[in-house]
């Protein structure tokens, strides 16, 4: 079974930085796209960015040139280094992952969820 495993989420000041990690774990062949979403108490949940196995990233507007997405292939790892923070970026972050092959059944997963990791930006 596949799961997801984020760290590094935290407080931390406006104008500051953070970085989240998510470990894709169990018996993967290959990961089509790793991602970043995030959830604002009372909001919907909405993309941060995304990167492929190409390396090809998608950004929401409000993070482009503040945040940057990257990936490890050999570990299965996706992460986020998020600068500049600002008050309005706290929220849960969510890790996601799409396309998920395995050598054993289900052989795909379509799409996983992370557990979440709540950052705080304090003013």
């Known amino acids: 079974q596949v799961q997801l495993v984020e760290s590094g989420g935290g407080l931390v000041q406006a104008g500051g930085s953070l970085r989240l990690s998510c470990a894709a774990s169990g018996s993967i062949l290959s990961i089509n796209t790793m991602g970043w979403y995030r959830q604002a108490p009372g909001k919907q949940r909405d993309l941060v960015a995304t990167?492929?196995?190409?390396?090809?990233?998608n950004y929401a507007d409000s993070v482009k040139g503040r945040f940057t997405i990257s990936r490890d292939n050999a570990k299965n790892t996706v992460y986020l280094q998020m600068n500049s923070l600002k008050p309005e970026d706290t929220a849960v972050y969510y890790c996601?992952?799409?396309?998920?092959?395995?050598?054993?059944?289900?052989?795909?997963?379509?799409?996983?969820w992370g557990q979440g990791a709540l950052v705080t930006v304090s003013s």
């Open positions: 990167i492929t196995s190409g390396s090809r990233t």
């Open positions: 996601y992952t799409g396309g998920v092959r395995t050598p054993v059944p289900p052989y795909i997963y379509v799409e996983l």
